[in-house]
């Protein structure tokens, strides 16, 4: 039995296929979250957990960074926000907070 540890090309059995990541990433819970390091597919996922996690965390309004860019990324965190249960109201961010490249968010208190 050999002892030298695991190289990253010998892990190629771990299933990673749609991250780069092995393992789940944990992001601290603050308020605000920027949304350039996820894929558009991945927003409406991480968006959600994040808003239950501020309300675990007291956290009651928050800043949610999704960029200028075409607007995309905005578009889908706007019609997650329009639905979710937990959203009392959201608002473009002020011009030094982002402006329209980030939406603040305020969460209902149960």
């Not at 190629?12 to 749609?18: A, G, I, L, R, V």
């Not at 991480?46 to 675990?56: N, T």
């Not at 607007?71 to 011009?95: C, N």
């Amino acid at each position: 039995m050999s002892s030298r540890r695991k190289q990253p090309e010998d892990l190629s059995d771990t299933d990673n296929s749609d991250s780069p990541f092995s393992d789940p990433v944990v992001v601290p819970i603050e308020d605000s979250i920027d949304l350039h390091a996820f894929s558009p597919k991945e927003i409406s996922s991480v968006v959600e957990e994040y808003l239950e996690q501020c309300i675990h965390a007291g956290i009651f309004e928050v800043r949610i960074i999704h960029g200028r860019g075409k607007g995309v990324q905005r578009e889908i965190v706007r019609a997650i926000l329009e639905k979710h249960p937990l959203v009392a109201s959201f608002k473009d961010a002020s011009a030094e907070a982002g402006g329209w490249g980030a939406t603040v968010v305020a969460l209902r208190k149960y």
